[in-house]
Nanobody
Framework: QVQLVESGGGLVQPGGSLRLSCAAS????????VGWFRQAPGKDREFVGA?????SNAGTVDSRFAVSRVIAENTVYLQMNNLKPEDTAVYYC????????????????WGRGTQVTVSS
């Protein structure tokens, strides 16, 4: 069992940056791959990026974003730069041992999300 807690969201102006954190506890978190997803009101959940348990093969859909992890901290980060209003959403982290990381259905541990609002 893994518990995930997102933090770092908030209000930021367009062009600004945020670094979201996904802190894990309660399991062998370092053996899980971790994905970031976001969901805006009335829209489908969208894959943002992911990183494998080894820390290799990290990737994001948007080049403004980057996923990293610090094993010693049991934490995965989502760095978001040059934010745009359309990035406004609740951002979730999730953990899985499945191979395919871009499909939310493959994740079985989810955090409760952190709100990111990009507005002037």
């Amino acid at each position: 069992q893994v518990q995930l807690v997102e933090s770092g969201g908030g209000l930021v102006q367009p062009g600004g940056s945020l670094r979201l954190s996904c802190a894990a506890s309660g399991g062998s978190f370092n053996r899980y791959s971790v994905g970031w997803f976001r969901q805006a009101p009335g829209k489908d959940r969208e894959f943002v990026g992911a990183i494998r348990w080894s820390g290799s093969n990290a990737g994001t859909v948007d080049s403004r974003f980057a996923v990293s992890r610090v094993i010693a901290e049991n934490t995965v980060y989502l760095q978001m730069n040059n934010l745009k209003p359309e990035d406004t959403a609740v951002y979730y982290c999730a953990a899985t041992r499945n191979v395919r990381l871009d499909d939310g259905a493959n994740y079985y541990y989810w955090g409760r999300g952190t709100q990111v609002t990009v507005s002037s």
